[in-house]
């Protein structure tokens, strides 16, 4: 793949045409194979999304004005997509106004890194400021301090996931490259979420489980036992992206050996690609969806892989990252028209031939092929981090 030119001729275009809201503001997700919009409800995870791939790739790749443009639009529908009490709201209609509500605090991070890569390519300072009271809101829901429903009582299924701490150690890292008055505040919030992924009960010796008791310890149960591979590769590639930041050789051998373990219970041996979700000790998994191949745990695996070859050297990443693009260049890219399918099932046929809903949309593709095109050019993770 040429990551820069396929992300700049064919990954953006696909949405910069399609997709962006400039009646209303804002990005629409819902788009068919050919770019038509299918459905005009907002994912409101996808407005900070989209906010920041559309200006890192223009602080990183090249400075189009286009994507700036894009950018201005959807950063100002923001307000629409955010409550009187600070939160976000999950799904919002066209003109903003409110559909769903939910418990996670994702759309709050997501505006966060919006804001705050928007606010590195203009200089906007109420940008600045708005990316820290997103990422505020977030750290208060993180932390307990924001009350949220919970999904399961506390009491009788007390357990936490992995899944928002990932998240928030993700979002850290681009709050930290905002600028250097601010880079020590969440250098330090980012290490302590690395600690808590680490050193929570999370990892074991078998896998990266997606969620623990509060003890930090396994549940032998069918939701103790999921395996998220996509998320444990994700989670990798975030924590070495830490121990390059932290300049510790250490925090980087503990991506790569997340790597080690979730790649035989995720590869798909017969058909390739990586499934959706397993079962640790190999009973039957409770989602259906479990052996589909979905585009995002593709990605992050890609981008796992390269990072622990660039870094390490070793050839078994190398090989994986190489067999990895192959099988997504094969089955995911749409030749035709653009982008990628982002639904197969697992003998690798399309059961959807949709380019976006309200999860699928402009983030993990192009911060995959951004990364790619950075590492292509640079040969390390700095570029990207920085």
């Keep these: 793949m040429n990551y820069r030119a396929d992300l700049v001729g064919k990954i953006l275009p696909f949405w910069l045409e399609n ?17 038509k919009i299918y459905g005009r409800e907002k994912s409101v995870w996808f407005q900070g999304r989209t906010l920041w791939v559309l200006t890192k790739a223009y602080n990183t790749i090249e400075k ?8 201005k639009c959807i950063y100002e529908f923001l307000p629409k997509c955010t409550d009187t009490d600070g939160r976000m709201y999950f799904t919002v209609t066209a003109d903003g106004r409110q559909l769903q509500k939910r418990r996670y605090y994702f759309s709050e991070t997501f505006a966060a890194i919006g804001c705050a890569e928007y606010y590195k390519a203009t200089g906007d300072l109420t940008a600045l400021e708005l990316a820290e009271t997103y990422f505020d809101v977030a750290y ?78 396994a549940v032998d149960s069918p939701n103790g036992r999921i395996v998220n591979p996509g998320h444990s590769m994700e989670a990798a590639w975030f924590i070495m992206a830490q121990g390059v930041l932290m300049n510790d050789p250490k925090v980087i051998e503990q991506g790569k050996h997340i790597i ?53 050297g070793e050839e078994k990443y190398n090989d994986l990252y190489k067999k990895l693009e ?59 981090l920085n």
């Design 326 to 384: 192959s099988y997504c260049e094969s089955y995911f890219v749409d030749q035709e028209y653009g982008e990628w399918y982002g639904y197969l099932h697992y003998d690798n046929t399309p059961s959807t031939t949709l380019k976006g809903n309200i999860f699928k949309g402009p983030f993990h593709i192009p911060r995959m092929y951004i990364i790619m095109a950075l590492l292509d050019e640079t040969g390390n993770m700095n570029a990207f």
């Design 140 to 217: 208060k829901c993180y932390k307990g301090e924001i009350a949220n429903t919970p999904k399961f009582h506390t009491e009788n299924y007390p357990m936490k996931g992995l899944s928002p701490v990932m998240i928030m150690l993700a979002t850290a890292q681009v709050m930290q490259s905002m600028n250097a008055e601010v880079k020590d505040k969440y250098a330090t919030l980012a290490a302590g979420f690395l600690k808590e992924i680490l050193e929570g009960g999370f990892l074991t010796e078998k896998a990266l489980l997606e969620s623990v008791n509060r003890e930090g310890q």
């Design 260 to 312: 080690d373990i979730t790649l035989p219970l995720g590869w798909d041996e017969k058909h390739g690609g990586i499934i959706s979700f397993t079962d640790l000790n190999g009973e039957p998994p409770v989602q259906l969806e479990w052996d589909m191949k979905l585009w995002w745990p593709q990605c992050e695996t890609m981008i796992a892989a390269r990072m622990a070859y660039q870094i390490s």
């Design 19 to 35: 997709a962006i809201d400039y009646e209303n503001g804002g990005i629409y997700t819902c788009l068919d194979r050919q770019g």
């Design 64 to 71: 189009n004005e286009e994507y700036l443009k894009a950018a």
